[in-house]
């Protein structure tokens, strides 16, 4: 019954990790060859692949696992993929209906444990319901702001036999609004029209909504000439190499795009949040900008920033509004004030903000995803990230054409995410290049994950910038608490060479600037998993930085800025 | 390398304050929010106010529409306007939730909440707690020699009231339902 209606719902893929409470599920996998069984090695992985999987394909990511501890264990990545917002449906074990309560082998109580971490959960106590239960998840998972549910199957609910019904998402009573109000989509046009100093402010929203909104996006900002900037999570659906493009905005933004924030009278969000890592201290955010807001989620607008025209509704819908009604009016901008404000940008990008000092003797962070972007970005690839500062010199380094190829945790922060990621965006893409960039200490969260790409021969590769430091840590150290490192390092490390070739992998190690080309064509001419330990300076700081508590235009640029900036009130954030 | 001149000092609001430029004079609020009876939902509507920090002065819940197996909760909250406004999109965001009502903006509601008292006592103080729980239309629904019942429906400010006068006079116990409440008019 679970295994029909998975296929119901178009399930390819499943990830998991079998226990007691799920083996009539799995007896059920193992008598048929239509939905394949991706077993993982820790159940915290099989949610972070099926999120790699979701976020590569737009498809819901799905999940198996068994009661407790297989339930306990997933609680990480469901709450990953809520503050990402990914779908993903999990389904969990559980001990059989006349046992709940009574504090049973493996029981723990999953929908209570998982009610604040997921979009919406079920305890399915009735055969009879448990078809339908599954197409509403799948259901609620995809519609609306996507998301992960999880419905719980007690034992005997598996066992029974029951009636089985097909999916029927048109009489699900969850159906939240997609079409914007014309009005306030009206009143953008206009703000559109005169505004001088434009910038569009877009987020994850815009992916989650469909490759439509990044194009529809696309043709608005080409049509129109106004700037844009993008969160972590939107990265891609804008092209890096597009003519518009500022460079990522927040705490480790570009300093353009922070600037273009500040200074900006017109900030057009789009399928983003007003995250903290995105305003900064929020009295001095975009102080003087008129703010527009499109975004599926009522509960996203004016939550942190108050906003001038709300538009509640599907990124791709609203948008496509937005250019018939921009058109129909004449497609008109302000040219004048825009040409001086591309000027003014064009100041702002001279300062270069992400140069680095380079270096012959040791390699830099910078210079390694430099170089990995240069020989990579020609090809059908896909990244991941581990945590840290890595993630944020990934994100500033490399560049994004399209949407779906960027798979990082943003919301929840979650180190261990990137590794299980990257296995999931490889089964979705057989052929495509997939690339872990990693921290070493992030990298070992999940590194048992080694296990499931020898046994599943997945070709990712883990490029690992090991700074042997919990290195965002240690710039937080060095800038907050006096240069103390307290337990910021990573000592007695494997040697990732060895450790790749226990479990048959392939491992390359890198240490040396000159090396590094060959280093990483090697990497990328291996037909198989390789884990890359690339060595590298271990006390660099990612630039810029936004530090806690200060505004867009506090932004530190280098070692020169970071004397004494953060006061005892921003050292309390995080 | 930058030019950028950076200020030294305190800084006036944190990234984590996030509603420093709003309003911050609270107003109490009545919510209607219709939910579909299913196990767990008190939890997750409880859950989001307890989660998110927000206040609850009063709850009651109630199954309302057996056949439609929806449930009506009323929730008085208090909160700054921006605050009452993330709680209503919020509790919209439950996929349980059929309906938030805001009783407080939409029209004048009508609000009742029952209680019944328990006062102990004899002589003059019995025969002065039966007088005024006539003023205030309490009826009586237990009585021995030495103790009454009263119930009493009315605003909440009404119950306070009675129960102010019955503390002198022996009040032992009360027990309050939350507030129901319903829009006047049609
Ligand atoms: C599960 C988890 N625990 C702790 C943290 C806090 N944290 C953020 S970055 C970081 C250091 C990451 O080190 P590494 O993976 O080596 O990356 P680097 O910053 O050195 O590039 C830590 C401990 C976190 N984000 N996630
Ligand atoms: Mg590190």
Redo the contacts between chains.
Sequence with gaps: MVIQALKDQGVDTVFGYPGGAVLPIYDEIFQQNEIRHILVRHEQGAVHAAEGYARSTGKPGVVLVTSGPGATNAVTGLTDALLDSIPLVVLTGQVPTFMIGSDAFQEADTVGITRPCTKHNWLVKDTDKLSGVIHEAFHVATTGRPGPVLVDIPKDVQFATGAYKKPAPEKSTYNPQVKGDNESIAELVAAIETAKKPVFYTGGGVINSGPEASRLLRELVEATGIPITSTLMGLGAYPASGKHWLGMLGMHGLYEANMAMHDCDLLIAIGSRFDDRITGKIDAFSPRSVKAHIDIDPSSINKVVRCDIPIVGDVATVLEEVLSIWKSRGSKTNAEGLTRWRSKIAEWKKINCLAYNGSTKTIKPQYALERLEALTKDRDRYICTEVGQHQMWAAQFLGFEDPNRWMTSGGLGTMGYGFPASIGVQIAHPEALVINVAGEASWLMNMQELGTVTQFDLPVKQFILNNERLGMVRQWQELLHGERYSHSWSESLPDFVKLADAFGAKGILCKDPADLDDAIMEMLNHDGPVIFDCLVEKHENCFPMIPSGKAHNEMLLGEADTQGVIDSKGSVLV | ??A?H?????????????????SDVEERHTLAVLV?NE??VL??VI?LFS?RGYNIDSLTVAEVDHTGHLSRITIVTTGTP?VI??IK??L?????V?EVHDLTVEGRAVERELAMLKVAGQGDKRVEALRIAEIFRAKVVDSTLSSFVFEITGTPEKIDALADLMRPLGLVEIARTGIAALLRGD
Excluded: C
């Design positions: 390398m930058s950028l950076i200020k030294k000092g305190s800084t006036s609001h944190s990234a984590y304050n996030l509603r420093p430029t709003f579909e196990p767990g939890a997750r859950g989660g921006q406004e993330q999109a919020q919209g965001r439950i996929v349980s059929r």
